[in-house]
């Protein structure tokens, strides 16, 4: 149990465009998920906070209107990288929060993106 | 301002002999602590955690202990396994108010070890 996915789990696209990436949770419903970034060998850093049914809260530094969250479902929130640049290129991973969970969340196997 | 800190980059240890790896944090609001294990190109799998109300919590041959006064905890992996050869995260939170759930995470150690 408490699988989640990411789709897609590798994207290459051109400066200037947009990519989406989903994040589910197959087996639980999630209220809560998180979206963190990892730059090579370095840790993760969270991003921004998905509510089902309200805005993501994000974190300082990150640009709200350049990474787009959508938290549509119980089981399904999307981060859109809008107007990427290589600066992006960078590995993103999502975590779920089960509802009446305590403290323990499960992460996605992440989705490589690479702005050219 | 990194928060949580994992000072040794990577242990190398022979198969069943014990692993320890080690974190320290500097925000006396973080009161619940978790270790994950990650592979290249994968997200973070769940290891052990521990509460800010407890000093050890055992599961299997993974044993967390935390020392609240000089915030530091470490994971002791005991025997080690080939299998156990990844990166090991510490993280941590402050689950009261808007902080809930949110992890901050260390740098990582990576743990090589040796049959």
């Known amino acids: 149990g408490a699988v989640v996915s990411q789709h897609p789990s590798r994207v290459i696209c051109k400066s200037g465009t947009s990519v989406k990436i989903e994040c589910r949770s197959l087996d639980f419903q999630a209220t809560t998920m998180f979206w963190y970034r990892q730059f090579p060998k370095q840790s993760l850093m969270l991003m921004a906070t998905?509510?089902?049914?309200?805005?993501?809260?994000?974190e300082q530094g990150v640009e709200k209107d350049k990474f787009l969250i959508n938290h549509a479902s119980l089981t399904l929130s999307t981060l859109t990288v809008t107007s990427a640049h290589p600066e992006d290129s960078s590995f993103y991973i999502c975590?779920?929060?089960?509802?009446?969970?305590?403290?323990?969340?499960?992460f996605g196997p992440g989705t490589r993106l690479t702005v050219t | 301002d990194q928060q949580v800190k994992q000072n040794s980059p990577s242990l190398s240890v022979q198969e069943g002999r014990i692993s320890i790896l080690n974190c320290d944090y500097t925000n006396s609001m973080f009161d619940y602590f978790l270790w994950y294990k990650k592979y290249p190109a994968e997200g973070p799998t769940f290891l052990i955690s521990i509460s800010s109300i407890k000093d050890k919590n055992e599961d299997g041959r993974f044993t967390v202990f935390l020392n609240k006064s000089a915030k530091h905890l470490s994971l002791h992996i005991v025997p080690s396994q080939p299998g156990d050869s990844a990166v090991y995260f510490c993280?941590?939170?402050?689950?009261?108010?808007?902080?809930?759930?949110?992890?901050?995470f260390g740098q990582g150690t990576i743990l090589t070890v040796h049959p």
């Open positions: 975590s779920a929060f089960p509802v009446g969970s305590s403290y323990e969340q499960y």
């Open positions: 998905s509510n089902e049914g309200s805005k993501a809260t994000y």
């Open positions: 993280a941590a939170s402050a689950t009261g108010g808007t902080s809930y759930g949110k992890l901050t």
